[in-house]
Nanobody
Framework: QVQLVESGGGLLQAGGSLRLSCACS????????MAWFRQAPGNDREFVAA????????NYADYVKGRFTVSRDITKRMVYLQMNSLQPDDTAVYYC???????????????????WGQGTQVTVSS
């Protein structure tokens, strides 16, 4: 059974940094795409970043390019999201997700992902 557990959220001021972590357990993730999504109150869940577990190819939403970095540690089975220069608009619940690479058509579409964590809250004050 696949389990994804996020951690690292918190409250901080604009301009600060946070690193989110996603602990992955269950069947092998070697054929998976791992992604971060976020959802602010009243908004749809939106794509933040993705990384292919095997190979490490990354993909980012335009509004986080240059500020956020997604990475993974295969040995520890962890996925990270380093977030720098955070702004109030980045306030949301951040979710870790996993989906099968073989059938993935659009890494930015949340419907492509089969497994989700419970989310971690990030709040950025101005």
């Amino acid at each position: 059974q696949v389990q994804l557990v996020e951690s690292g959220g918190g409250l901080l001021q604009a301009g600060g940094s946070l690193r989110l972590s996603c602990a992955c357990s269950g069947p092998t993730f070697s054929l998976s795409v791992m992604a971060w999504f976020r959802q602010a109150p009243g908004n749809d869940r939106e794509f933040v970043a993705a990384i292919i577990w095997s190979g490490g190819i990354t993909n980012y939403a335009d509004y986080v390019k240059g500020r956020f970095t997604v990475s993974r540690d295969i040995t520890k089975r962890m996925v990270y999201l380093q977030m720098n220069s955070l702004q109030p608009d980045d306030t949301a619940v951040y979710y870790c997700a996993a989906g099968p690479l073989a059938s993935m058509r659009d890494t930015r579409n949340p419907r492509e992902y089969e497994h989700w964590g419970q989310g971690t809250q990030v709040t950025v004050s101005s």
